[in-house]
């Protein structure tokens, strides 16, 4: 079975401009969580969809926005890109979603994105 | 809010020594909790999960973790590691739904 597939691999980027990285969960797996991953640091939170619907929000700014598919893929979108957004963008999928959520979430290769 | 506190940024072992990294979260009640691994060039990979039951869960290629909840720790140990286990090792804990990560533990091995 195929994992989890984000697109694109790397992506380079200067200050102000917008990006749309692109995830498709596993199989069967209807839940998506974006995380940032500087580097140095282990990964943050950034938004949880389920069912096409955000269950989810980190602290990040209102520059980053996603949105799920009705085949659970999704996108993670930043405008006005800064030079701090410079990290290895994950993806996650689960096969469902729960408050007390104890579905293991797998992870994808991530984007690397470079802001210049 | 949750947090995870991982004691050592960079560890270094000989091949065959035992190691135990740590990892502390910051409240109780009812807690998941992960172990992630980071091979140099790889994705983030499960190790191991602690949802309930046996405070003692093993894992892939050796490894377990203990839960003590009076301690809040969810420590990682192997008897013996081999030079294919450097990588960056990552504690989590599931808030909401939610995975709360530490700040990642490198291990270098040497052969």
């Known amino acids: 079975d195929a994992g989890v597939t984000q697109s694109p691999t790397h992506l380079i980027k200067t200050r102000g401009q917008q990006v749309t990285l692109r995830c498709s969960p596993i199989?069967?797996?209807?839940?998506v969580s974006w995380y940032q991953q500087v580097l140095g640091q282990g990964p943050q939170f950034i938004f949880q969809?389920?069912?096409?619907?955000?269950?989810g929000r980190g602290n990040f700014p209102d520059r980053f926005s996603a949105r799920q598919f009705p085949n659970y893929s999704s996108e993670l979108n930043v405008n006005a890109l800064l030079l701090g957004d410079s990290a290895l963008y994950l993806c996650?999928?689960?096969?469902?979603?729960?408050?007390?959520?104890?579905?293991?979430?797998?992870f994808g290769p991530g984007t690397r994105l470079t802001v210049l | 809010a949750q947090s995870v506190s991982q004691h050592n940024h960079h560890v270094i072992l000989s091949e065959a020594a035992s190691l135990e990294l740590g990892c502390n979260y910051s409240?109780?009640?009812?807690?998941?909790l992960f172990w992630y691994v980071q091979y140099p060039g790889q994705h983030l990979q499960l190790l191991l999960k602690?949802?309930?039951?046996?405070?003692l869960v093993k894992g892939i290629k050796g490894f377990e973790a203990e839960f003590i909840k009076s301690k809040f720790s969810f420590n990682l140990r192997k008897p013996s590691v081999q030079w294919s286990d450097t990588a960056e090792y990552f504690c989590?804990?599931?808030?909401?739904?939610?995975?709360?990560f530490g700040q990642g533990t490198e291990l270098s091995v040497k052969p």
């Open positions: 989590a804990v599931n808030e909401r739904g939610k995975l709360i």
């Open positions: 602690y949802f309930s039951g046996d405070p």
């Open positions: 969809y389920y069912e096409k619907e955000e269950r």
């Open positions: 199989s069967g797996h209807k839940s």
């Open positions: 409240y109780g009640g009812t807690v998941n």
């Open positions: 996650a999928s689960s096969s469902t979603w729960r408050a007390g959520n104890t579905d293991t979430q797998y």
